[in-house]
């Protein structure tokens, strides 16, 4: 198994690591949403961009060498770059209830944002998640188990476009957490892909580009037998971002680690994956409290479990999804392609 032995596999997901809470908003009107993840207390946080096509907000000060040490919430959201305004709802959250970065005499809350593309999800590409989106998300905000699938920002979610946005399937947010003793890592993952959904247990092909059987049919396969690429722009169009949050003590440097080495999660379960077309985007952070004498974990460990969280996090989200009309989700097909 590529797990430790004493790792166990929890059902809360995410929020499993004490200190955090998930709240979705999902539009009623459109396949969009967003997702919050609260930790109103500060939490020491890190960044890796791999994507080539991001859309983000105050990633820059998440890097170790700038003055702010600890966020205050994440948001992620639909809606391409429109879906950054939702951050300012968290924000109006964040400081009608006293939390955020004290400047002067001000309270700024610090809260860094990553969209995915789904405008081209459903009739009207104008909805799209604002400032009162991110605040609801805020009051619907939980201790219990995310819900998973087609919610929040993994509402518009598709995966396999490299070939074309005919062969596409659903996608969706996913949460997972593994616990070894009293260490902790938990991740939530919009799933968002270019490329196919594999099972890493076993390679198999679980969602992405469909054959003319209305299947997955394996892209990259495809691809070396000489399947022509569609023409037309992709950029930008399939990014999956994801959170691991560890109730491990961390330094700036180590969260920023942390999120690197996350993303080997997403190259076990989506191939092909950091393309040009990506904008793939993982956060880390830690809850523990600043100024903490618990030790800190190895981050060989810590960054095992968190690519191991990851890519659960990633089939989750992906069994979890509903299927919309011309998107079929895993659950609407039959049992000999979901393993």
Known sequence: MSLPEAAGVSGGGICDVPGLRVGHWTSPLRPTGCTVLLCEQGAVAGVDVRGAAPGTRETDLLAPENTVERIHALLLSGGSAFGLDAASGVMRWLVERGHGLAVGPARVPIVPAAVIFD???GENPR?????????????AASRIAPAEGSVG???????GKLLGFERAMKGGIGSASLRVGDLVVGALVVVNAVGDILNPADGRLLAGARGDDGRPMGMVQALLQGQA???????GSATTLGIVATNAPALLSGATKLAQIAHDGLARSINPVHSVSDGDTIFALSTAAAG????????????LLAAEATAL??????RAARGLPGLPGLADLDGTAAG
Not at 292 to 303: F, H, I, K, N, V
């Open 119 to 121: 405008l081209w999800v």
């Open 127 to 139: 909805i799209t998640p604002d400032a009162a989106a991110g605040y609801a998300a805020c009051e």
């Open 153 to 159: 920002a993994g509402a518009g979610a598709t995966v």
């Open 229 to 235: 690429l569609p023409g037309g722009p992709l950029s």
């Open 292 to 303: 903490s004498t618990q030790p800190g974990a190895d981050l060989r460990l810590l960054g």
């Open 313 to 318: 996090a990633v089939l989750r989200g992906v």
